[in-house]
């Protein structure tokens, strides 16, 4: 049976059409309208009517509405499924444009053989499947059981089916068998069975409840082997009827007497447990054989009955809500501060002192907030206009925000069933608005607000992405949820005994037993995990619920240093002049290393957005009066972001003096599951700036697989850096794939210098750790060993060791590899964005005045190819590839200016030496080769030893600075 699919780009409700083998009771013939049970506001009518039986099968059903429907914003899709099949046999998603919109009802127009008779039917539709231009405004669901309806038999009541014919040897049982995928169970059939009946769906069993979210362009792809012929696709989407089901039915008529392989891309599912992400089914792992004849029904294991997908509904505020059957009031979290919630308003961000703080701020920073009252627009701004009128009393901002408000209130509301971006992009400002204006609102207008953010806030707490899971900790959904709920308990604390719900399940929950262990075990760096596009939401997301706890008596920055390490981190991150971006630019910008998920690059970065404008003002006022509020005014003012910020934030600053960063150490490193190194030359413009992504994160949603990376700037152009953009097949995210096959997506390791092992790079959160981390005035060296990170079956261990002497600015990278057979070969990755030459050893190439060389020392003999990766407006992207069946590979890369002395670098006696001015370099590698010594000669008679310490050296930070400690961990 060939499945009907319309599909639209929209978000939203959908429309649910279900077909139920057997037959309805107690149901008499009838073809009339007739009234939902329960009724539904803005819906007069549906036809057929409830439990009503039909003789034929030429049925339109029909939706009466009380005003003209709209389908802007509302998304979702309409299926038929077929339950004694098991598969979907229609699908629609009506789009704006519709030949149906506008009109007062809505037809469902079954291409012909979907209804068969001595069938039941149901029909369901998801919240917000459609809009009316009259209140209620929005359609709410239709639930399971409400419409159901029959088409009679026919010909009798107990009517003799036709049997397909007998296959002259019945096809063998279709097992299914366990498999070693990450995030798969079993397949089945299982891969190698033959004559598999052709009624048989394959099937998928998932090690926990799927998801789809983030997984675009990842396919399930059907071949027929006995044609050559890719016979269908599949590429699960969010809201897919089997999202939430812990097995995936791939849902296709197989022909009899074929060959048939199936194939899925890594990440065409996500699961709720480890590994959480669903790697590949491979080419040549499953194929099956069918049988020569149909079978009769397709049968599924373990599916007698019909299965309803899992709850994914918030807690009523009276019992249970959290993880499973836990009881909100059973989670334990500090709430003695709440004594010190006033009865008066506001209660959130500003208290007496500080609110008169920002009115000596005003009285010389006039402001003129934006009448936006959409929440779709950028210049929507519903706090800017309730703080103005806090500070002048002027009703007609408040009548502003208010209004904004409620748009945005109800743009949140209209998110439950599915993702809610809403909730986090507008979650804050209205519940300050909702606060400071409380008294202003009408009491209609609070109660819109009230019961909608209720429902909302509550909902999402239990919503499965961004749910209150370890594997959450750096979502951005996470912690616009729980700021949502935190600042509405505060915001209702004197009003509403739900509250205190609220505060438990997102302080205690969230903060406590999610958030806590997080940032101060497993990545106290302060590096937002998310990467340069969603990282900066980390940021910057919690600062009104921060300022208000604090203002009450919870400082949660006292409770963790990762915020604090956050604003540290900023000043190695940030680069020391504008960028060129991208040579074909017109002009270059503010900017700063990609990592993860990182599209826009042109001339300068998001990064340097309002959103890290936001963290940094906030800075100024919460570490007031130490030596980080005086660098992060001059990174703010350098930059140009010290006006970005939101009114509210620059009005907590009282002022200070701009502290330039040329006495901070050059180099940034904490360990933890991200281990990311900044290192420099020094803090002058034409300094060169090294970035080593040492070890890459676990799965956060946005990630990279790129442990070992690094990248490398200089005098304001990029020397080497990878591919940047989207990693999941938008913003131009796709470059060739390895040895030309294909395309893949740049949070593939082939878009960033990693080291590739038989074409594979590290794997996902393959695991590894880091060894080595050393600062010192002369060097910085590290070790990252990545053995886990690789196949086992190529390598047993994998190492990439790195030093950066200062003077004369020159990296070396010595990978170190076990492999397990003498045909193993390995990759090592540059990226360039100009044309790269080959001349003996050394490969060259100039980026505007930058002139760029990487030599390769190791092995003497290799090939090389330079594959292009430029994608339109965003790269000029050169991939060189060196390549060796080897055990070591040993390359020293160098920007130079004209300004520059000239380096000669060779190998002596096994050492490195380098040339410069007069100076020599040499550097001596271990038998395990990493590097162990650095001699200095300066030409005049004068020799220096440095010894490169071994372990990771602990960097000391404080309100005020940071230290290299030369005190090792091993």
């Excluded at 008294?439 to 919503?463: C, G, H, P």
């Excluded at 570490?623 to 980080?628: A, I, Y």
Aim: aromatic share 12%; glycine share 10%; hydrophobic share 35%.
């Amino acid at each position: 049976m060939i499945i009907q699919r319309y599909k639209k780009l929209v978000s939203g409700g959908s429309l649910l059409v279900f077909l139920i083998g057997g037959a309805l009771s107690g149901q008499i013939l009838a073809q009339e309208s007739g009234q939902l049970e329960p009724q539904i506001e803005g819906i007069t009518s549906v036809y057929p009517a409830p439990f009503s039986e039909f003789e034929g099968t030429d049925i339109e059903p029909e939706i009466s509405f009380a005003a003209a429907t709209y389908f802007g914003y509302t998304g979702g899709v309409i299926e038929i499924w077929d339950l004694t099949l098991d598969q979907p046999v229609f699908r629609l998603d009506p789009e704006p444009g519709d030949a149906q919109e506008g009109l007062n009802s809505f037809k469902i127009q079954l291409p012909e053989g979907i209804l068969q008779p001595g069938h039941n039917y149901e029909i369901r539709a998801g919240h917000l499947f459609t809009r009316i231009n009259d209140a209620p405004w929005n359609i709410t669901s239709i639930q399971a059981g409400s419409w159901q309806f029959s088409i009679a038999d026919g010909a009798s009541s107990e009517p003799e089916e036709p049997q397909p014919p007998e296959p002259e040897e019945p096809p063998t049982q279709t097992p299914g068998a366990p498999v070693d995928i990450d995030g798969i169970v079993s397949l089945m059939p299982a891969p190698g069975t033959t004559s598999v009946s052709t009624g048989v769906l394959p099937l998928i069993e998932l090690s926990g409840n799927s998801n789809f979210g983030y997984t675009d362009d990842r396919e399930i792809r059907v071949i027929n082997l006995s044609t050559g012929e890719l016979v269908a696709s599949f590429n699960p989407e969010p809201g897919d009827g089997q999202e939430g089901a812990t097995q995936y039915v791939i849902q296709f008529e197989l022909e009899p007497d074929s060959d048939y392989e199936i194939q899925a891309d890594h990440l065409f599912a996500r699961v709720n447990a480890e590994p959480w992400n669903v790697a590949e089914i491979p080419t040549g792992y499953w194929r099956f054989t069918t049988a020569d004849s149909f079978s009769d029904n397709p049968t599924l294991p373990g599916d007698d009955e019909p299965q309803t997908p899992p709850d994914d509904g918030g807690d009523d505020g009276d019992s249970g809500g959290g993880n499973g059957d836990r009881d909100w009031r059973d989670i334990d979290t500090d709430l003695t501060w709440t004594t010190n919630i006033p009865q008066a308003r506001p209660r959130l961000l500003f208290d007496q002192q500080s609110l008169q703080q920002a009115q000596s701020w005003y009285a010389s920073n006039d402001f003129e907030p934006r009448d936006t009252t959409n929440p779709v627009y950028s210049s929507f701004d519903p706090v800017g206009n309730a703080f103005k009128y806090l500070l002048t009393g002027d009703e007609q901002y408040a009548q502003i925000a208010i209004q904004g408000a409620l748009n945005a209130s109800q743009s949140i509301y209209d998110q439950i069933g599915g993702h809610c971006d809403e909730c986090r992009w507008h979650g804050d400002s209205v519940i300050l608005v909702y606060d400071w204006l409380y008294n202003v609102m009408t009491e209609s207008q609070r109660n819109q607000i009230k019961t909608q953010l209720d429902e909302a806030f509550a909902y999402y707490l239990d919503f499965f992405w961004g749910a209150a899971e370890p594997r959450f900790a750096e979502n951005n959904y996470f912690w616009g949820y729980f700021r949502n709920a935190a600042m509405w308990g505060i915001a209702n604390f004197h009003e509403d005994e739900q509250s205190e719900m609220f505060l438990r399940r997102s302080l205690g929950e969230r903060w406590d037993e999610i958030g806590l262990p997080h940032f101060n075990q497993k990545s106290p760096s302060g590096i937002a995990a998310e990467g340069v596009n969603y990282g900066p939401t980390m940021l910057y997301y919690n600062i009104s619920l921060q300022e208000s706890l604090k203002n009450l008596g919870r400082d949660l920055n006292q409770e963790t240093n990762w915020y604090r390490n956050a604003a540290w981190w900023l000043q190695y991150a940030s680069l020391p002049k504008q960028t060129w971006d991208n040579p074909n630019a017109d002009e270059p910008g503010w900017s700063w290393f990609p990592y993860g998920d990182a599209g826009g690059f042109w001339n300068g970065n998001n990064f340097l957005n309002g959103g890290v404008s936001r963290f940094l003002t906030y800075v100024l006022s919460r570490w007031n009066d130490t030596n980080l509020e005086g660098y992060s005014r001059d990174l703010l003012t350098r930059t140009g972001l010290d006006g970005m910020a939101p009114v509210v934030l620059r009005a907590l600053d009282d002022g200070g003096e701009a502290q330039s960063p040329d006495d901070l150490p050059l180099d940034y490193f904490i360990d933890g599951e991200l281990a990311y190194a900044y290192v420099r030359s020094g803090w002058d413009e034409d300094a060169t700036v090294l970035n080593l992504q040492l070890l890459s994160p676990p799965m956060v949603g946005h990630e990279h697989q790129d442990s070992g990376n690094w990248q490398l700037w200089k005098d304001g152009v990029w020397a080497s850096r990878e591919s940047p953009a989207r990693g999941y097949g938008s913003n131009n995210g796709q470059i060739p794939g390895f040895a030309g096959q294909g395309t893949v997506d740049v949070n593939h390791p082939l878009a960033h210098n990693t080291l590739l092992v038989n074409g594979k790079g590290p794997a996902f959160a393959g695991g590894g750790q880091v060894t080595d981390v050393t600062s010192e005035p002369e060097y910085f060296f590290a070790t990252t060993d990545l053995s886990q990170a690789y196949d086992e079956n190529h390598v047993s261990s994998v190492k990439r060791h790195f030093l950066f002497i200062r003077e004369p600015q020159v990296l070396l990278i010595s990978d170190q590899v076990a492999r397990q057979n003498e045909d193993v070969q390995l990759s090592f990755i540059a990226h360039f964005q100009q044309d790269v030459s080959q001349q003996g050893n050394v490969h060259s190439s100039t980026n505007r005045h930058v002139h760029i060389q990487l030599h390769t020392l190791l092995p003497g003999q290799f090939g090389s190819r330079v594959v292009d990766e430029q994608r339109s407006h965003l790269d000029n992207a050169r991939r060189l590839m060196i390549e060796g069946q080897t055990d070591s590979m040993l390359h020293l890369l160098r920007a130079d200016t004209a300004q520059d002395s000239e380096l000669q670098a060779s190998m002596v006696d096994g050492q490195i030496e380098m040339r410069s001015n007069g100076q020599i370099w040499t550097v001596q590698l271990d038998s395990e080769g990493r590097f162990s010594q650095i001699r200095v000669d300066d030409g005049e008679g004068d020799t220096r030893q440095l010894l490169i310490h071994q372990g990771i050296e602990r960097l000391d930070i404080s309100d005020d600075g940071l230290n290299w400690s030369n005190s090792y961990q091993y």
